[in-house]
């Protein structure tokens, strides 16, 4: 929606986020579907749980 709008602020917001997203579960973290097609022992997280990882990752990022 961004590039359709020429809004720059909100292009950089989403690739921001999508960024923290693949950090996040390249480092483990995941929910229980994604979890399943890395392996039974595969640690995972609640849905609640994996939006609070995101949150705490992207207010670091944007921050910094």
């Known amino acids: 929606r961004g590039k359709l709008d020429g809004n720059q602020a909100l292009i950089d917001f989403a690739t921001t ?5 693949v950090a996040s579960v390249e480092a483990g973290h995941m ?4 979890a399943s097609l ?3 022992d595969q640690k995972w997280e609640t849905t609640e749980d994996f939006l609070v990882t995101i949150d705490n990752a992207l207010q670091q990022r944007l921050a910094s």
């Open 38 to 40: 890395v392996g039974p």
């Open 31 to 34: 929910t229980k579907d994604l």
């Open 17 to 21: 986020l999508e960024e923290v997203v």
